[in-house]
């Protein structure tokens, strides 16, 4: 699990992702162990999470590479993914100004989950990161247009690069003022 953070408002959307991937490898139990662990907040620091993998048995990759926002036709795209027991779930946020859609994507099949309009704040993440965010939009949020929505996202990706090691220290950021056609990018992704 990872990172990405949207905002629709009524004249654009801004969507950031961290970067990064991390992969385990070892006894079920363990790895499980491991990443209740990291998803809660109680490993702070990479070098933690290292010693911690080594401690329990765990191999462990962990990769800053991972673009995970895009913007595709005018809509921004964001996703996060997580396996478990080989099967591989995605989710999707899709965003243009005054709209989003949330889809699940498993085994070659997408479903919309969700769908909005206005003004709203869209967070993908594990349940610290999510935590995190929260509270910096509770803290910083007034409001404000676009501008004030990109300082706010970049502060939540900031500060929960600093208190969680499942977060990368930096992220991709991109923004657009288009009312693109959501429904047609994701007819063409649910095929």
């Known amino acids: 699990m990872s990172l ?7 004249n654009g959307a801004v969507m950031a992702g961290d970067r990064r991937s ?3 490898l070892g006894n079920d139990a363990s790895v499980e162990r491991l990443e209740r662990e990291l ?6 620091a990479d070098e933690d999470l290292h010693r911690r993998s080594d ?8 990769y800053d590479d991972r673009c995970k926002v895009a913007l595709r036709n005018g809509v921004l795209v964001g996703e996060v993914t997580s396996s478990e027991g080989g099967k591989v779930r ?9 709209r989003y859609v949330i889809a699940e994507f498993e085994a070659g099949e997408g479903t919309v989950t969700q769908q909005g309009e206005g003004s ?3 967070v993908f993440g594990s349940e610290i990161a999510k ?3 929260d509270a910096v939009i509770q803290a910083h949020w007034k409001r404000g247009g676009l501008a004030q929505a990109v300082a706010v996202i970049r502060r939540a990706m900031e500060k929960a690069g600093r ?4 977060v990368s220290r930096e992220c991709d950021l991109l923004q657009t003022t288009e009312r693109a056609d959501i429904d047609a990018l994701l007819a063409e992704d649910l095929g």
Do not use: D, N, Q
């Open 120 to 122: 709203v704040f869209v």
């Open 4 to 10: 990405v953070i949207a905002f629709v408002g009524e």
């Open 22 to 24: 991390v992969f385990f």
């Open 90 to 98: 995605k989710r999707r946020v899709y965003a243009a100004a005054g």
């Open 163 to 166: 208190e969680t090691a499942s």
């Open 55 to 62: 401690a329990i048995g765990i191999r462990l990759f962990v």
């Open 39 to 44: 998803y809660s907040g109680r490993i702070v």
């Open 131 to 133: 935590k995190i965010t």
